[in-house]
């Protein structure tokens, strides 16, 4: 396939476009959604990468966007929703979005998910589920299932060494002074 984002338009394939919002217009999720999905859908068509698109906002007001650059940047982690966390942060300068929402135009994989409670936003809004993603070739279901099994079962073999070396490095942390939190 090699349609251009204005064939797909006439077609009425997209009926959805990325805003040129203003910096503090309040948006309803609906609306914040339909941004999500504009992005996915362009910025693939753009050979960005994967069909995804992201949105952080707080209080409906966005803060930032990010698109799947997985392909572009030669990025295993570039998925939307940690390309839009790493944005937020820089334009918040924080590592803590607290206050804030993720929406997505597909619910988020384990490895994004979890990003999510490391960066503590409040909420997921998504559109299309990981079975979805599955359905067009994608591995959020896969894993999803692998976090469930034991170590032993999982694909990818998981193997501990050194314990003892590598905890002393750890207990270093207790003792520095300086430390930020998070
Ligand atoms: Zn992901």
Known sequence: MSFCLDEYRTQGIITVTIMTTPANLRLTNHEL????????QEKMLAGAGGPFGAIIARQGIIIA?????VTSTNDPTA???IVCIRN??????????SG??????????????A??????????????????????GFADAFIYQELRLPN???SIPIQQIMSAEARAGLK?????DNKILY
């Open 172 to 176: 270093l942390w207790l003792a520095l």
């Open 115 to 136: 990003a999510v409670y490391w960066a503590r936003l409040k909420r997921i809004i998504y559109g299309a589920d990981h079975s979805d993603a599955a359905a067009i």
């Open 65 to 69: 966007r990010g698109w799947n650059q």
């Open 152 to 154: 032993e079962d999982r």
């Open 100 to 113: 804030c929402e993720l929406i997505v135009n597909c619910e988020p994989c384990p490895m994004c998910l």
């Open 79 to 81: 998925h939307a929703e």
């Open 33 to 40: 959604m339909t941004e999500a999905i504009a992005l996915a």
């Open 88 to 97: 937020a942060c820089t334009v918040l300068q924080t590592f803590d979005l």
